[in-house]
C-alpha cells in the first residue's frame, strides 16, 4: 500500500485551531505518518539524514502549513534549505533524484478568505502565484505535483461546519492515496 508522510509546520499544533483540524482528520489513517516539525526540533536542529530517510521510505508527500506572510513557515523553509540537498533532492546533469516520481500536496491554511486571493482581491494574486516557490521547488525536485489544498478564513469567516467539511476532504483525499 503507498505510504503518505504528511510533514506539518505549524509552530505549535497544540495552539492551531485549522491545521490542527486537519491533522486530527488523518492521523488514524494506517497509511499515513504524521511528522510535526516543530514538535520534532524545538531547537530547529534539523537531523537531515532522518529526515531524507522518512522522505525515502515514502511514495507521497503532504506538506501542510499556515500561510505566514505569503510564505511557509520559518522551520519549514530552513526544513528545505536543509533536506532538499543537490544530488539527492535534485539533480543538475538530468538523472533521477531520490524523490523523483513521488506525489506532492501542498496543504496550507490561510487568515483571510479565499476573495482576498484573486487579481482583483486584497492580496492581488492568487495562492498558487503567492506560494509559487513551493512548485518551483517541488519541481526541481522531480515530485510528481497535485493540486493545492486551501483552506481559506481561518482567522475570519471561517464557520465550524467549513472546518468540518474541509477535515472530511482532507481527510477522503490523503484516504484516496492509498489505493
Ligand atoms: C506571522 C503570521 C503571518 C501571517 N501571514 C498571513 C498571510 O500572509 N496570509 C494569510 O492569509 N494569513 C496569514 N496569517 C494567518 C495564518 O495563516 C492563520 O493564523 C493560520 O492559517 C491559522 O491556522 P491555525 O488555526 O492552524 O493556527 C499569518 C499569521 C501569522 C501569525
Redesign the pocket.
Known sequence: MPKVLLVVG?PDLSR?????ALVDAVRELAHVTVHDLYATYPDFRIDVDAEQALLAEHDVVVFQH?????NTTPLFKQWQDSVLTLGWAFTMDGSASRLAGKKAVVAV????PADHYTPEGSNQATIETLLSNWHATLRLCQFDIQPMVKLYG??FGLSGEDLAAAAKQYNELLASFAA
Open positions: 505549524h492551531s485551531k485549522a491545521n490542527k499556515p500561510v505566514f506572510w505569503y491554511t490561510a487568515g483571510v481561518t482567522a
